[in-house]
């Protein structure tokens, strides 16, 4: 007891001694205008900081501040995962349902949640890669004759669309032209709204620099455009040398990035995160945070001007470029890949997962590249290639194509002209189903078969102008074209009936 009663008067000795008082006003340091202040002084507040918390709204603004402050990181993100789990209990509950109409026991429950797991694995398989949907031999499109077959016109522009795009949900689409408008639309109603350009001081106040060259106006034609998964960002580039940052829910312009020294090219966010890549004519790629509007970093390797970009959720970027060379830049690694395309300049790239990918060039062929393959494993020749015209419609649509080692017919086409360079190439995220475009009056759908290397032809849909982008729905129920009557970067040719603007093509599963 002696011992016990000689601690508890240490301790109260030590809360009296002014080193352990628990002061919590601050105390400024001493600057010129405080000349007449010693830096010992106490300055005394007009009201007493226990007292001001304290009282009668004290106490429901310290609850109200312990419940804002109660949720952690990991509650946010368990409650975040209920959520989740919760629409898939509710959707198979529903689908159960609809099948029987007795209700469910605790059987039936815990079946249920085997299937609700068994969803979430196969959903993180097909978005890490590892398992893809075999939907590209099941999909069906509409037979409607016409020079557009089974594609409508959604959104019009006055001049050649260069860059079309969606959202992560599908619902909305953006699409932009070389007059330099940029729309944003409804997939299901084809309603639109235009972005309008601020005026020049408010752009300057953006980080808009003046033009380096000798036009004395900055240029509004627009050659590319990238939407966040979030939905919040939209980023646009063109001959302004400029990337320009819009938010979606006001359609306002809110950042501009300088730095390029040449026209901007392609744009591609990380999926997933606000990371922005864009490539241009000075040969670089740069990485731009969008969400703090700040420059991260360059990315050096292409001896000529970067034309392509695409990038999945690895911090990996696949370009395509005029020195013949597609190149996969490992950001983290600070290391890049080259593959080189056999005697042809490369127009377009996309990733197909992590360690696949497609690639169009200007000679009318369509690559399927591996990232342990620095060649391509396999090529369709003459894939746009234009038939002449004594050719019939069944020799177009089944004899025109050659494989790599397939039997060519030089009487039938003509690989070498404008119109055949395969401008546009996707995939549908996380399945076999790809698609391909040019300035011969057709879309080409196609099956990956990644187990035998090959490309397989599937469909052929008639739509009359270059077909300068596209983009597959993540459901796979329509594909979306941007069509001009010039290509996206050059006026080297010209289709005076292609109609200027977004061709959209449903698409059915059976």
Sequence with gaps: MPANKKNRNKHKAASHDPFFANDSRKRRKPNRDDADVNAADEIDSDFDDDDFFAGEHGEDLSE???????ETGAEARKRIAQDFLRKYRDAAKKKEDEDESEGADEDEEGFRDSLVAEKLIKDQQEESGRVRRAIASRVQVPETSGTDGG???LVKHR???TAVALSEDDTKGFSASKDGSIMQWDVSTGKFEKYRWPSDPVLKSHGLKDPQSKAKKQS?????LAASSDGRYLATGGLDRHVHIWDTRTREHVQAFPGHRGPVSCLAFRQGTSELFSGSFDRTIKIWNVEDRTYMNTLFGHQSEVISIDCLRKERVLTAGRDHTMQMFKVHEESRLIFRAPASSLECCCFINDDEFLSGSDDGSIEFW???KKKPTYIVKNAHALPTESTETEQIDGGRMTSENGHHHP???????????VSA???CRNSDLAASGAGNGSVRLWAIESETNNIKFCHNVPLVGFVNSLTIAKSAKFLIAGVGQEPRLGRWGRIPEARNGVSILPLKIS
């Design 64 to 70: 109200q501040q312990q419940e804002e402050e109660e």
């Design 151 to 153: 594609f409508r016109v």
């Design 159 to 161: 001049h050649s669309v």
């Design 220 to 224: 509004k034609h627009v050659l590319a």
């Design 370 to 372: 591996r990232a342990v």
């Design 411 to 421: 009487e039938t086409q003509h690989p070498s002209s404008v119109f055949s360079w």
């Design 425 to 427: 190439v996707t995939v």
